[in-house]
């Protein structure tokens, strides 16, 4: 197992349990257990993330967070890594924030720890790069990977996507967030409620506060603003990466991103 030593290495957890199980929409698509182990473009979902990552300069060990360890195993690349020593398999918790704080508390040298998540199909490894060493140059506590909507909707002027409307224009999230030490892991609470807060706008006044879901709805504050709002009220210095990829928020929810998602990586490799 690798020590974290090196300055510009991080530890990875990548969180891959299933909260629907094999009632997942996208899961159903191939009969499957979990939406991260269905094929796509020829490659099983969860192998193409954890290659990605695997390929960084910044990635130390990867820790895949899922269920049980023989769905890992069940895949020959994955299994590959696990004989390596490259990859690591720690159990699910309840929820996201279960499952942060118990992968936390489970890894040996566990920080700086870069959260991803297995149906980021769309993420390589130099949006993982990217993310990293803004974080480590930052020096800030905890960091969050966000695109501005400029650049995705250049790249996908008629795509339909949920922003969050801000002061300085719309946002979306890249589902990669990054602690760099256990006092900065209380910010992953957030997550206690579920996520989804752009779909879910009760979550943000749970998850923030009425002061933050004000400014929020209401669009009275940039985006920086709200990251310095935050860190005081968690105590932390939160920073936001800005992502200057149009396909690093995209992930993989439902049966239409499914579709979108291998066109694109088959776009990717030149096919139509």
């Given at each position: ?16 349990a299933s909260r629907a ?108 790069d990217h993310f990293c ?140």
């Amino acid at each position: 197992m690798a020590t974290q030593s090196d300055g510009d290495k991080v530890t990875v957890l990548v969180l891959a349990a299933s909260r629907a199980g094999p009632h997942d929409a996208v899961a159903q698509l191939q009969g499957v257990s979990h939406k991260c182990l269905v094929e796509l473009d020829g490659e099983i979902m969860l192998a193409r993330v954890v290659r990605e990552i695997a390929q960084s300069r910044h990635a130390g060990d990867i820790w895949v967070s899922i269920e049980d360890e023989a769905l890992l195993r069940q895949v020959p690349y994955l299994a590959r890594l696990m004989e390596e020593g490259r990859l690591y398999f720690v159990p699910a918790g309840d929820n996201l924030f279960a499952s942060i704080m118990d992968a936390a508390d489970t890894i040996p040298a566990p920080y700086p720890l870069v959260v991803s998540t297995g149906d980021n199909a769309l993420h390589t490894a130099e949006m993982f790069d990217h993310f990293c060493a803004e974080m480590l140059a930052s020096g800030a506590d905890a960091a969050v990977a966000m695109t501005p909507a400029s650049t995705i909707l250049e790249a996908y002027p008629d795509g339909k996507r949920a922003f969050h409307e801000l002061k300085d224009g719309g946002w979306s999230s890249c589902n990669l967030y990054g602690v760099a030490n256990a006092q900065a892991i209380r910010a992953a609470r957030v997550f206690e409620t579920g996520g989804q807060f752009g779909k879910q706008p009760r979550r943000i006044l749970k998850a923030f506060g009425l002061r933050f879901m004000l400014m929020y709805r209401f669009s009275l504050a940039t985006i920086d603003q709200l990251a310095r709002y935050l860190s005081k009220r968690w105590g932390v210095r939160l920073a936001v990466v800005r992502m200057p990829f149009a396909d690093a928020p995209i992930d993989v929810d439902n049966p239409g991103d499914f579709v979108r998602t291998e066109a694109i990586l088959k776009a990717r490799r030149g096919e139509d």
